[in-house]
């Protein structure tokens, strides 16, 4: 874990992936719990919130290229990795997922262990798709993958 500051693309990237791949848009349902009032508007106690993730992922305020794979939205200038204000994978607020911080650490360490041990390619004559198939979660269609040891 300590590499992770030695390694700010291959951070950029696993942050870009969760950005991209976004798998629980609408995020988990929650229900007030009182009468609440949010700047003009009343939430009655009962109602149920979806707070949808996919808008704050991909706002075209918040990133330069929402609807790309671009790993340089977690990169300054100088090529160091940065924290961005609208990346919530894991939700916000009270409802963050408790297992966040064990998650990306172990993100880190599949992914750049993955990456130490295999190359990986698309199949001769297939390119893989960024298409999704949305449902109670967003997944990706079927694709094939080489993966060879180094």
């Known amino acids: 874990m300590t590499d992770r500051e030695n390694l700010p693309y ?5 942050h870009e992936i969760q950005r991209y791949g976004n798998i629980v848009p609408l995020n988990v349902s929650h229900m007030a719990s009182r009468d609440t009032t949010l700047d003009k508007y009343t939430i ?3 109602t149920v919130i979806m707070a949808s993730l996919h808008s704050v992922l991909n706002d075209e305020s918040m990133w330069e290229t929402p609807h790309s794979f671009n790993p ?13 204000e ?4 894991f939700s916000a607020g009270k409802r963050v997922c408790l297992g966040e911080q064990l998650a ?11 990456l130490q041990r ?10 893989p798709s960024l298409e999704y198939t949305m449902g109670g979660i967003r997944s990706p269609r079927p694709y094939r993958l080489c993966a060879t040891p180094r």
């Open 104 to 114: 990306r650490m172990e993100l880190f360490l599949f992914f750049t262990s993955l």
């Open 86 to 89: 609208a990346f919530l994978p």
């Open 72 to 84: 340089q939205h977690f990169l300054d200038q100088d090529g160091e990795f940065r924290k961005r």
């Open 10 to 14: 291959t951070n950029a990237v696993i």
């Open 44 to 46: 009655p106690k009962g």
């Open 118 to 127: 295999f190359s990986f390619s698309a199949p001769a004559g297939e390119k």
